[in-house]
Structure formats: C-alpha cells, structure tokens
C-alpha cells in the first residue's frame, strides 16, 4: 500500500510539473485562440490532478501538493533560460512535452506493481493527453 502510494505520487507531481509549465505558456502565448486550447488543456491537467490526489486519500495517503522544490525551480531555470516565445514553438513544445511525460511516467515513474484501479486511472489520463496531443498538432496546420 506505501509503494502505491508513493508511487501515485511521484505521479501527481509530475502533473503539477505540467500545470506550471502549462501556464508558463499561457503567459508567453499571443495568440487568443491557442491560449483558449492551452488553458482548455490546463484545466484537464488540473483535473488529473484531482482525481489522483483524491485516489491517493482513499488509499490513506496525504498527496503531494507540488512538484517537489527541486524540480521545481530546475523547471523555473529552464523555462527562463531556453522557454519558448513564440506562438509556434509554444504548441511544438507543449505537445513534446504531452508526448515526453507519458512515456516517462509509463516507463520512469510507475515502476511497481500498481492495482487495476491505478491503472484505469492513469490510462484515462494518457488518453487525455493523446487527445491534447492530437488537439496541439490541429493548431500548427
């Protein structure tokens, strides 16, 4: 139960992790219709986010509420540093980064073994973010 915990977790943060980076785009976008779909897809982050910290109280954990102090200021760093500014670049990075985290978190993150539960949500989740994937990639055509 701890290892599911922990795990639903790491999770979580790496949801925070979007949300933040979301609204680093939606600060630096231009473009009224593209910040409406980047702010659309916020929200779903959003709701994930919910919806893994209420499973993670059921399973009689307290969820985190950031993505950890670290990662949290590397992401900072980055986005001041190397962030994209222009409309284009927004969407193409945002779409890596849909891309990036389901992987990771597939293959990185969720690493135990995880009850069937855990798995329907999470699926739903990365079904949500092939859906903003394929939603960033109508906006570039």
Same mark, same amino acid.
């Given at each position: 139960m701890k290892e599911d915990i922990y795990e639903m977790n790491e999770f979580l943060k790496g949801l925070y992790m979007g949300i933040h980076t979301y609204e680093y785009y939606i600060q630096h976008c231009e473009d009224t219709a593209v910040k409406k779909t980047l702010q659309d897809i916020q929200k779903d982050h959003k709701l994930s986010s919910i919806q893994v910290a209420e499973h993670i109280q059921n399973l009689g954990g307290v969820p985190a509420t950031d993505e950890g102090t670290f990662v949290s200021l590397? @992401?900072?760093?980055?986005?001041? =540093? =190397? @962030?994209? =500014?222009? =409309?284009?670049?927004i969407i193409k990075d945002a779409m890596k980064n849909e891309q990036k985290y389901a992987v990771h978190v597939a293959g990185e993150n969720i690493k135990g073994d995880i009850s069937?539960?855990?798995?329907?949500l999470i699926d739903q989740i990365f079904e949500r973010n092939t859906k903003h994937v394929e939603t960033l990639k109508q906006l570039l055509h």
């Open positions: 590397m @992401g900072k760093i980055h986005r001041l =540093t =190397t @962030g994209p =500014t222009n =409309t284009e670049d069937e539960e855990q798995k329907r």
